[in-house]
């Protein structure tokens, strides 16, 4: 039996990488698509600007694109709309009765809202009983800003040795944007120091609400203290993070590397479609990970990790790399909605 859902944002850049990872998923088939006033109307082939390498499927080509409001769409909503309209349109669909699984920011800071990394914080799903008290008949989860959920799966191994402090430097790819995103002109053969909509702040806080333990129904959130630097660099898919961190113990890099490559969390347990069968692999050569050889491994939801050695000032530093629209976005909401899914929670 498969489920019908919906997309809201459906012509974005992450609304299309829903589009291409539902196209053949066994439980969820995509039957209606939302977007803005400039999309509705037309058939999603005439209003998406596709930009996947993978088809667009027939069905969903001649879809009709509706208006982002709530009444006609199913049950289950993914979310890939631009945040300065998801926190309205979001909450009015949770109002309505749907189950909204979101990738942008509006919500993921709520108290009662879980921010969710299946493999990393499963039992955050538990705040979803406070959203009884709100006035909606549905639900809103969310997912991570798509450097945060490299950054947290990499750091949540490392909590066993006593996690103290870290700092990030990333390297964000252009599909980060959106489409049409950063113009040529400025991108190419550029690196610059500066992302919007406060994206240092969203890995200083996002990070520790994840990596954070569900006491009496809220989340404390883990004590690492994080200074993130961002960059955008002329990369298509796949946002790559410098990090160092500091520890309590001292662990050897094989006990660091053993860890990374033994994590597994509720998607592997339940055997869950779009789950990894190892979320972290460490890359033993120099020269890895990079963008172009290892961020579509395993469907782009393996956080790929190199380079781990010491740092003369902090304790240990390494390079890890995952796909911000996938395992940063769209993979990351289906995998959550696949865990509710099974927890019943649908
Ligand atoms: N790209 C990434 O790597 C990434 C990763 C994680 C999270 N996110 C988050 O995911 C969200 C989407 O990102 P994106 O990169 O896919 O952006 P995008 O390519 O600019 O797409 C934005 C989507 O929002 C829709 N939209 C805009 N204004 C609207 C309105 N007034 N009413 C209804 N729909 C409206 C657009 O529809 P029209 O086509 O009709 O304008 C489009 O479908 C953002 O919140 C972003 O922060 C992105």
């Known amino acids: 039996m498969t489920m019908e859902v919906g997309i809201l944002g459906a012509t974005g850049m992450v609304g299309q990488q829903f589009v291409a990872l539902l196209a053949n998923h066994p439980w969820f088939k995509v039957a209606w698509l939302g977007a803005s006033e400039r999309s509705a109307g037309k058939a999603y082939r005439d209003a998406a600007a596709w930009r996947l ?8 080509a001649k879809l009709g694109v509706d208006a982002a409001t709530p009444g006609r769409a199913p049950k289950l909503v993914f979310s890939g709309l631009d945040s300065s309209v998801a926190g309205e349109i979001e909450g009015a669909f949770a109002q309505a009765g749907h189950i909204v699984v979101s990738n942008s920011r509006n ?3 709520e108290a009662d809202v879980p921010l969710l990394i299946p493999e990393v914080n499963a039992d955050h799903l538990a705040l979803l009983k406070a959203q009884a008290a709100r006035n909606w008949k549905g639900r809103i989860v969310t997912n991570p800003n798509c450097v945060v959920v490299v950054y947290a799966m990499a750091l949540a191994p490392l909590r066993q040795f006593g996690l103290k402090s870290s700092i990030i430097t990333t390297l964000q790819a252009i599909s980060g944007a959106g489409y049409p995103g950063v113009p040529s002109w400025d991108i190419l053969g550029n690196v610059i120091p500066f992302i919007g909509g406060g994206e240092e702040q969203k890995i200083e806080t996002e990070t520790n609400k994840i990596l954070g333990t569900v006491k009496n129904g809220a989340v404390q959130d883990h004590e690492v203290k994080i200074s993130a630097a961002v960059t955008r660099v002329g990369v298509h898919n796949g946002h790559t993070g410098s990090i160092a961190v500091s520890l309590d113990q001292k662990p050897d890099v094989d006990a660091i ?46 956080i790929t990790i190199g380079r781990l050695r010491a740092c003369p000032v902090l304790d240990f530093k390494f390079v890890a790399l995952g796909h911000n629209t996938i395992r940063g976005a769209a993979g990351a909401a289906i995998l959550n909605a696949e865990l509710m899914h099974r927890e019943g929670l649908l």
């Open 53 to 60: 390498p993978a088809p667009l499927s027939d069905d969903v």
């Open 107 to 109: 919500y993921r800071m």
């Open 257 to 302: 590397v053993a860890a990374w490559n033994g994590f597994r969390g509720r998607p592997q347990a339940l055997g869950l479609p779009s789950a990894p069968a190892q979320p972290i692999v460490y890359l033993t050569e120099q020269n890895r990970p990079q963008p172009s050889l290892d961020v579509n491994r395993d469907g782009g939801m393996t």
